[in-house]
């Protein structure tokens, strides 16, 4: 990367990238905005096959936009956290990057069932797709996906509050062969009980417990609700799906 082209900020942040090669990108957590995002797709050109820019807030719908331009051959791609990922976003990334084996926009709370929809349709390379904390979705996600995906191995439907029991049961019963992570959110008896534990915990403690109260957090314009866990794949619904989606990736 020629260092004329990028400002000392930009730099900066490049320094503190996890992963920067010809074919895979890094930036998680970290302060990339639209215009350094651009000017890293733009120089990798067609070779990206990896992009993972979870919780990179500054990102918008044209830096997403220009995933969807320059990146054709993306096998993988994170967004989760990016909370300004719209539907127009996926779908365009869906239409332009069907190489996709590996897609992750949990805690995308924009994200509706058309967003989903699209990217089952047109991402028939699949593997992959974690959907953990997205609020918005229903059962016409799942039902979509279940129809769609032939190559799926993993789904994480995690604190989707509005995917019923039932739905996940016979996604289960049809589709056998894909490990499916279906969490519910904690009840506010738990929170309260994490909350004291918090209060009480050593500092090299806290910030884990910080972070595990904030994911199971629901949106603060909506109402918590809990979702039950679902019996038909048990290995699944009993492990921890923050330390399933690490350990997956």
């Known amino acids: 990367?020629?260092?004329?082209?990028?400002?000392?900020?930009?730099?900066?942040?490049?320094?503190?990238?996890?992963?920067?090669?010809?074919?895979?990108?890094?930036?998680?957590?970290?302060?990339v905005d639209d215009e350094l995002l651009k000017k890293l797709l733009v120089e990798k050109g067609s070779a990206l096959q990896s992009l993972k820019l979870g919780r990179c807030?500054?990102?918008?719908?044209?830096?997403?936009?220009?995933?969807?331009k320059q990146c054709p051959n993306l096998k993988v791609l994170h967004l989760d956290e990016c909370h300004n990922v719209?539907?127009?976003?996926v779908k365009e990334i869906a239409q332009r990057c069907p190489e996709l084996q590996e897609l992750d926009i949990s805690f995308c709370r924009k994200i509706t069932d058309e967003a989903v929809k699209a990217v089952v349709e047109r991402c028939s390379k699949l593997e992959a797709l974690y959907l953990?904390?997205?609020?918005?979705?229903?059962?016409?996600?799942?039902?979509?996906?279940?129809?769609?995906?032939?190559?799926?191995?993993?789904?994480d439907l995690s604190r989707?509050?509005?995917?019923?029991?039932?739905?996940?049961?016979?996604?289960?019963?049809?589709?056998?062969?894909?490990?499916?992570?279906?969490?519910k959110a904690l009840t506010e008896e738990q929170r309260a009980l994490m909350q004291k534990i918090l209060e009480q915990a050593p500092y090299e403690k806290k910030a884990s417990i910080e972070y595990l109260l904030a994911k199971n957090s629901p949106p603060a314009e909506e109402p918590s609700v809990v979702v039950a866990l679902p019996s038909a794949s048990a290995s699944a619904s009993e492990r921890d799906p923050l330390a399933a989606r690490t350990a997956s990736r």
């Open 132 to 155: 953990d904390g997205c609020s918005n979705l229903t059962d016409e996600a799942v039902k979509a996906i279940a129809q769609r995906c032939p190559k799926l191995e993993r789904l």
């Open 57 to 68: 807030s500054n990102l918008t719908e044209a830096g997403f936009m220009e995933i969807a």
């Open 1 to 31: 990367m020629p260092a004329e082209n990028y400002t000392p900020q930009e730099q900066k942040i490049l320094e503190n990238a996890t992963k920067i090669t010809d074919t895979e990108i890094d930036l998680s957590q970290t302060n």
């Open 160 to 183: 989707c509050k509005k995917i019923s029991n039932e739905e996940v049961q016979k996604f289960a019963a049809e589709r056998s062969s894909v490990e499916i992570t279906f969490k």
């Open 86 to 89: 719209t539907d127009q976003a």
